[in-house]
């Protein structure tokens, strides 16, 4: 993204770093060599305290900021918020994080609380600037990236299961599972190649119609060899198709098959930097198994603020280890 050098530019880059319209919300952003890093979104904290703002920017101390930008999306019902955008500064101040600039929306418009000039910044407010008409926007579609979603819901129905399939319910009630007292090695092997099968058949039209196919994939991701080897085969030139199948896959999933896939959706989209999917992927993921360990291992990475890349870095040591276990004779 490009540098923000104006209030306009940070209202309207604000969407595209957390993929929706916020509200209620406080948004801060870390930046380094005056490049966008890390954004971080919250809900509004009403009651806040100073042990939560302090973990807040700990991450950006974690991140290298070198200073901050915050954004506060007021509630209705709140008309100020003065007390708690002085004890984030003074808490930047603590890690030497410099708060460049401070915006409060409310109702439609917003106020630079940092600025003095009552005529750049009325008491008032401005206008919010239209997202569409914006350089921001104009630079991200360039870029091929999307518009963000007008809010969180929007987001969320992205993501939502679609009608039921029960021809396909049918054929993954037909899949033979994984008999661990056995050697499961050989249908271990079935289900990676299974996955392999699906990503280039999704690569070549964009869906599946092979319902066989689909099903055996849906099953074998329980078995956790397979589930770690499809999250391991992302690499940076794929990650788009892999996300986009993921997303397909999470969108056709019967009850009791979602939490595998949710899981590699959220990991995948929290490396391209869409960490508010990631986190509603995990809440479908919880919500078809409440109790799906990596659900709750990516929820603690995710919420403890882990850098993207850090997946790559794993995935280098990891992969090569799981593709000798299932294929080796």
Partial sequence: MTTLTSPHDLLTAVPFLVGYQPEDSLVLIGLKDDLVGMAMRIDFPEDFDCDQIDNLVSHLEKDCAESALLVAYLPKHISECESLIETIKDALLLRNINLREAIVVR??????SICTDSEC????????????????????????????????????????????????????????????????????REGAEAVMDLVNEFETGGISQDKELIALVLVRLHDLQVRDFALGSICNENIDLYWNLWRWLLRIAPAGYIAPIATLFAATSYE????????????????????????????QVFNAGWPPETFATMRADLHPKICDALFSE
């Fill in 272 to 299: 391209k930097g869409e960490g508010a999917l990631a986190q509603r992927a995990l809440d479908r993921a919880v919500s078809d198994d409440v109790d799906y360990p990596l659900a709750k291992l990516l929820r």
């Fill in 107 to 112: 109702e439609g418009r917003w106020r630079s």
């Fill in 121 to 188: 910044c009325p008491i008032e407010g401005s206008p919010l600037p239209i997202l569409s008409d914006s350089k921001i926007a104009a630079e991200q579609v360039a870029l091929g990236n999307p518009l963000p979603f007008q809010d969180i819901n929007e987001l969320v129905e992205s993501i939502s299961q679609i009608s039921a399939d029960p021809d396909l319910l049918e054929v993954i009630n037909s899949v033979p599972t994984i008999d661990y007292d056995d050697d499961p090695r050989l249908l271990q």
